[in-house]
């Protein structure tokens, strides 16, 4: 079989992806009617769909990668393991939250600054993969595609902006759904993704040839100014 064949095909995955988190949020809410679910929804969807569309064109190698979930750092795969439940409660959490008992309740306006964070982080987000073309979904070398370090765009500000755009896009997530409960979930895995952020500074130090170079002009890891 031709192996570009046996690759799942990336829209596939992101409808069932995408059906999934529309039954995390509208099952627990109880209702399809909720405002705040459907603009996440398309919000989201327009995202990743124009994400797909412009990587299968300009760059299908990093496609390729951000489809990969096997990881070959054993540590990676247990934050991988202990991270899937909080992930699944950050999309259950606001339905039963903001919609079916609203312990929250908050007022709209909320949600509007959530659904700028939202927009504000994937902007970021595309910004960092049209400079770094190794934006592997899992930590790993890719020495097979000549692996090196990208000091350009984002990467002149901060080491992992990649990481920074998602942990704006969680805690947007949980403002534009109008849940303060599901910043419980949000929370724990923030503490994962730093955690993922030293572990893999580190074995970027060790690994990458020029990366030690690299921090001595960029200082910070995640936040810009503090860290």
């Not at 069932?16 to 109880?30: K, R, T």
């Not at 209702?31 to 797909?52: A, D, K, R």
Request: charged residues 20%; hydrophobic residues 45%; aromatic residues 16%.
């Amino acid at each position: 079989m031709n192996e570009k064949n046996s690759e799942p095909n990336p829209y596939v995955k992101f409808i069932f992806m995408y059906i999934f988190i529309a039954l995390a949020l509208f099952l627990p809410a109880g209702t399809i009617f909720w405002l705040q679910g459907w603009i996440y929804l398309i919000v989201m969807i327009t995202f990743s769909t124009s994400f797909i569309t412009y990587l299968t064109k300009k760059d299908p190698e990093l496609l390729k990668a951000r489809a990969k979930i096997k990881t070959t750092e054993r540590w990676d795969k247990k934050l991988s393991i202990i991270g899937t439940p909080f992930f699944i409660l950050l999309y259950i959490i606001p339905g039963f939250d903001a919609v079916r008992f609203k312990w929250s309740n908050l007022p709209f306006y909320i949600s509007i600054i959530g659904y700028i964070g939202m927009i504000i982080a994937i902007i970021i987000f595309l910004l960092v993969s049209r400079e770094n073309t190794y934006l592997s979904r899992v930590v790993e070398i890719q020495e097979e595609r000549g692996h090196k370090v990208i000091t350009t765009g984002p990467y002149r500000i901060i080491r992992h902006p990649m990481y920074f755009s998602v942990i704006i896009l969680y805690i947007s997530h949980c403002l534009a759904l109008g849940s303060v409960f599901g910043l419980i979930p949000c929370g724990i895995i923030i503490i994962m993704i730093i955690f993922r952020t030293i572990r893999e500074d580190k074995m970027l130090h060790e690994q990458l040839e020029g990366y030690k170079e690299y921090t001595q002009k960029t200082r910070y890891k995640l936040i810009p100014g503090i860290w």
